[in-house]
């Protein structure tokens, strides 16, 4: 069945970096854009950054515009997110999202999410 | 760029009908047809229930339904029942500075 799966999250002192994948099955993953999508503890969520479905555009959140950098490999199926600089304010669950859509908007499968927890 | 804005919970009974709003600006919802819906349980990811202001994907009841007026757009979930109890959020694209997607701040349903 189609599915994202997100790893790599954990603990981390501000400062330092992170770096989240996304594996994803049961579908052609080289024909979809693909997000990422934040929520912080009691906030909403909050956008991330896209990136196009073969990597010619890659767009971010000015929260983390310079800090984070998204990536993809088509032929392993993954998704990354490179994030350094990490400051306290980046602690949230960080989910991964497909985009059926042209140019990406919205977000029509959604992974389990990742938490990152920025702390010192 | 400010989230969209959306009443912080609505409620109704089971069977009547309910609408959520989500307000932006000219430049976001009011600029494009490209306006989702997504439901939310705690705990749980969201769930896509409209996309381009009023398109249902594949498997979502025909009781949601979308629509836009403006710099208004709206979720109507008609026939309520307690399964619909949940969070909604509504998401827009924007391309103003960069292209990039801006949510609301969600809508907790009670049934």
């Known amino acids: 069945q189609v599915q994202l799966v997100e790893s790599g999250g954990g603990v981390v002192q501000p400062g330092r970096s992170l770096r989240l994948s996304c594996a994803a099955s049961g579908f052609i993953f080289s024909s979809y854009g693909m997000h990422w999508v934040r929520q912080a503890p009691g906030k909403g969520l909050e956008w991330v950054a896209v990136?196009?479905?073969?990597?010619?555009?890659?767009y971010y959140a000015e929260s983390v515009k310079g800090r984070f950098t998204i990536s993809r490999d088509n032929s392993k199926n993954t998704l990354d997110l490179q994030m350094n600089g990490l400051r306290v304010e980046d602690t949230a669950v960080y989910y991964c999202?497909?985009?059926?859509?042209?140019?990406?908007?919205?977000?029509?499968?959604w992974g389990q999410g990742t938490v990152v927890t920025v702390s010192s | 760029q400010s989230a969209l804005t959306q009443p912080a919970s609505v409620s109704g009974s089971p069977g009547q009908s309910i609408t959520i709003s989500c307000t932006g600006t000219?430049?976001?919802?009011?600029?494009?047809?490209?306006v989702s819906w997504y439901q939310r349980y705690p705990g749980k990811a969201p769930k896509l229930m409209i996309y381009?202001?009023?398109l249902r994907p594949s498997g979502v009841s025909n009781r949601f339904s979308g629509s836009k007026s403006g710099n208004t757009a709206s979720l109507t979930i008609s026939g309520l029942q307690a399964e619909d109890e949940a969070d909604y959020y509504c998401t827009s694209y924007t391309s103003r500075i960069t292209p990039r997607v801006i949510f609301g701040g969600g809508t907790k349903l009670t049934v």
């Open positions: 381009d202001v009023s």
């Open positions: 999202a497909r985009d059926h859509l042209d140019p990406p908007r919205t977000f029509d499968i």
């Open positions: 000219s430049s976001d919802v009011g600029g494009y047809n490209y």
């Open positions: 990136i196009w479905y073969d990597g010619s555009n890659k």
